[in-house]
């Protein structure tokens, strides 16, 4: 039994319950037969920083499996197409940088890893290109040209991104993510208002088998993963509230599909039902305005606002905060107003 799903995280989170004719086998060589594209080198790094885990516990690289054994942890992600990923000169916002990490405050509408749709103008290809003029090493295990992503957020997500730049620093980082120390938090702006300030969503994510590009939840936890996210209201404008969301764990699309889960999408999220009104009066004048607040925004309202983590090689506790971009204030401005006149009037 097997399961492998692509995450946030930099890698394939998997879970295997070994079978029960298997031989005993170094557990390297038995990842290393079902692991696509991942070297023995990247597999043994995993296992040595407990990134994968036997029966819950950490082991050595020879470690031989045995019959029911559970087997889980993460393995660099498989490239999403074949062929040569091109490097572009595609501008960069550095908010950080040393020898080791770099902290990109992304913008929206770029993807972060090349696939079939979109092979070019990637975050990837732009630091393909910046990499090579700083004439940084690829790293072992790398040689398709992907650098250090340690994590990805979506197209239209915008915010903070961490970017591991040798072997040492991206398998520490991953150990964080895998141990949900890594701090993050997003703000988003959704549709409603709130019962509770605060509170957890404990809901299974998993793909949607009506349309695979799409997640869905998942709340009797019969399929899916489990995907842990703790909200907190930070305005509340009746129609709308501005939100800050706190991830456990690093599931695809998690706070997009957790917020539509209880009842309050993401503003403008197209593919999980925030781009119409959900809340509101039937006057065409109100439904204008909520089109105005659409048409300024390139995508949907959510920005990775904060990134903590230990730093790999110093081991110095590092924080990092992006402000919202503009046209997302200009919204939350309009939002405010259109409030405050209703209220005197």
Same mark, same amino acid.
């Given at each position: ?22 031989? #005993? ?16 080198? *990247? ?17 050595? +690289?020879?470690?031989?499996?045995? +019959? ?22 595609? #501008?960069?916002?550095?908010? @950080? ?10 913008? /929206? ?16 290809? /732009? ?9 940084? +090493? ?9 650098? !250090? ?7 239209? =997500? ?5 970017? /591991? ?5 991206? =398998? ?25 300030t605060e509170n957890t969503i404990d809901v299974n994510i998993g793909r949607n088998p009506k349309d695979r590009k799409m997640m869905i939840a998942f709340p009797e936890g019969e399929a899916g993963k489990n995907a842990v996210t703790h909200y907190k209201v930070l305005e509340d404008m009746y129609y709308v509230s501005l939100v800050s969301c706190r991830l456990e764990t690093g599931r695809t699309h998690q706070i997009r599909?957790?917020?539509? %889960?209880?009842?309050? +999408? ?6 999980? !039902? ?11 004048? @109100? ?16 920005? /990775? ?8 090689? =110093?081991?110095?506790?590092? %924080? ?13 401005? *309009?939002?405010?107003? %259109?409030? =405050? ?5």
């Amino acid at each position: 039994m097997e399961e492998l799903q692509q995450d946030e995280i930099f890698g394939e989170e998997f879970k295997i319950i070994v079978d029960k004719k298997q031989t #005993p086998l170094r557990i390297d060589k038995f990842l290393l037969n079902r692991m696509m594209n991942a070297t023995r080198n *990247k597999i043994q790094n995993a296992i040595k920083n407990d990134i994968v885990l036997v029966n819950d516990k950490p082991v050595k +690289p020879n470690y031989k499996i045995r +019959p029911g054994d559970v087997i889980s942890g993460i393995i660099p992600r498989k490239r999403d197409f074949e062929g040569e990923i091109q490097a572009e000169d595609i #501008p960069l916002d550095i908010v @950080y940088e040393d020898e080791d990490v770099m902290v990109i405050n992304k913008p /929206a509408g770029m993807v972060v890893h090349p696939g079939i749709s979109n092979y070019s103008g990637t975050l990837v290809n /732009a630091l393909k290109f910046y990499f090579d003029k700083i004439s940084l +090493p690829v790293m072992e295990g790398n040689e398709d040209d992907r650098p !250090g992503i340690v994590h990805r957020i979506d197209k239209n =997500t915008t915010g903070l991104l961490l970017i /591991a730049k040798n072997d040492e620093s991206i =398998t520490k980082l991953a150990k964080q993510f895998f141990d949900h120390s890594i701090e993050r938090e997003y703000w988003a702006l959704v549709w409603g208002n709130f019962d509770e300030t605060e509170n957890t969503i404990d809901v299974n994510i998993g793909r949607n088998p009506k349309d695979r590009k799409m997640m869905i939840a998942f709340p009797e936890g019969e399929a899916g993963k489990n995907a842990v996210t703790h909200y907190k209201v930070l305005e509340d404008m009746y129609y709308v509230s501005l939100v800050s969301c706190r991830l456990e764990t690093g599931r695809t699309h998690q706070i997009r599909v957790h917020m539509k %889960y209880i009842g309050h +999408p993401v503003f403008n999220d197209e593919t999980y !039902g925030g781009d119409k009104v959900i809340k509101g009066t039937v006057f065409t004048k @109100y439904k204008q305005f909520v089109q105005n607040n659409f048409n300024m925004l390139p995508g949907h309202a959510l920005h /990775a606002r904060s990134l903590g983590f230990i730093h790999p090689k =110093t081991g110095k506790k590092m %924080y990092f905060e992006a402000p919202l971009p503009d046209y997302f204030e200009q919204v939350l401005e *309009k939002w405010r107003s %259109y409030v =405050t006149n209703k209220k005197e009037n």
